[in-house]
Every structure is written in C-alpha cells, then in structure tokens.
C-alpha cells in the first residue's frame, strides 16, 4: 500500500472542512445514494467504557462521527500509573451499497488539555483494514505549559488512498490513544487531555472517499 495503509500527513485540524472537489480525471464518484450503515462491531479499551461510544453517519454520506463520553488521560498529584494513557479501539463494520467501495480518507480529532510547564501529552492514532498486515499511525505532541483546546487532522493524499475490497465485507479498525508524562512538571500538580468537545463529548470525524466498483 503506497505510503502506508491510510493516511500520510498530520496537519492543524478544521473539523469542518470540506474534502477536495471531486475531480473525474483522479477516477472518484459521487457519494453512492443509498445510505450507508456503519456499526460499532466492539469496543475496547480504557478510554471507552461500555456504552460511552457511538457512531452516526453525515446525510450525505461523505462523513462518520464517533463520540465518547469518558476519554481521559491524566498524570501528577494523586493521578493513578494507569490513568496517564488511555485508549480506544473501535471495529467498525461498514455496509456499503452495491457496485460500491469507500476509503478514509481523514480524521479529524479534538479535546481539550490542561498541562503544566514540563508536562507532555500525545494524542495517536492507528487505522488498518481487517486481513491487512499494514497498520498506519499518526501522533501529534502537545507540550505544556498548555491550557485549551487542541486539534489535530490526520489526511491522505487523493493519490494514496486505499479502498476497501470490493464485494468483500471487512471490518475497518481505529485505534486512538492519549498519553500524558508529568515529566518536569511540579509533582503535586495534575496534568491531564481529553478528547472533548463543548457539550462535553469527544468528536471524531472520519471523512469518506467514494468510487465505484468495477463491472463483472
């Protein structure tokens, strides 16, 4: 897979970003207009409780959300060894209607930090296809002193993208993680990052690309 499994760039993230124009000569289509069913086939993972995580798919097919409710990491003061990393892996079963295939072909993920001077945090994520031995991660460091929100982007260049098989149902698998290190910070003072938004959910959008299948 060239450059990896999915993704081949970090940058500053724009949750609501657009993707690039569809271009025809790069062989992309349209969002299919049956609606695509994502479900969460398992959760694991410290940073999501049973019940806390969730999937809903944009209108338009281009697009899927996943919210947490309980996603934080925390070193310092009274913090537990355990609570400085967290995580999450989501296996995601993704029906798409026939004659179809789909890649991602970013994510875009943001929460808030408060780390003191000295402190570190990491946000990190990996992304693979079930039945493939490649797996592609993406870190983004944040150094305290910090204290508001963070957002990162992960992107694919329309030229790496990798589909899904056609006609064979895999199941796409996320794994993010935050980490926090008190490292020179005060040992008294409490450090910590989540992935959150203003009503106090993570939001995670995963942004789709479309083409079709090729004709038996």
């Known amino acids: 897979m060239a450059g990896g499994l999915l993704l081949s760039a970090a940058a500053a993230a724009l949750l609501t970003a657009a993707l690039p124009a569809h271009d025809p000569s790069a062989g992309f289509e349209d969002p299919p207009p049956d609606k695509i069913v994502i479900k969460v086939a398992t959760v694991n993972g410290s ?21 947490y409710s309980d996603y934080l990491a925390q070193a310092g003061g009274n913090s ?17 209607p026939q004659g179809f295939t789909y890649a991602i072909a970013g994510a875009d993920y943001r929460g808030f930090a408060s780390l003191q001077p000295g402190a570190r945090g990491t946000q ?18 944040f150094a305290g002193p910090y204290d508001d929100n963070w957002q990162a982007t992960d992107e694919t260049d329309w030229a790496q993208l990798v589909y899904a098989p056609c006609g064979v149902q895999r199941n796409f698998n996320i794994n993010t993680e935050l980490r926090v290190s008190a490292g020179a910070s ?24 479309w083409k079709e299948c090729p004709q038996d």
């Open 124 to 141: 990190r994520a990996s992304y693979y296809f079930q039945g493939s031995s490649n797996t592609e991660y993406r870190t983004h460091p």
């Open 47 to 67: 940073g999501c409780p049973a019940g806390t995580a969730a999937v809903a798919v944009s209108a338009d097919n281009t697009a899927f959300t996943v919210t």
């Open 80 to 96: 537990a060894p355990t609570a400085s990393r967290k995580n999450c892996q989501l296996s995601l079963l993704v029906h798409v």
């Open 186 to 209: 005060s040992s008294d003072e409490v450090s910590f990052m989540t992935m959150d938004s203003t009503d106090g959910d993570i939001s995670t959008v995963y942004h789709l690309a």
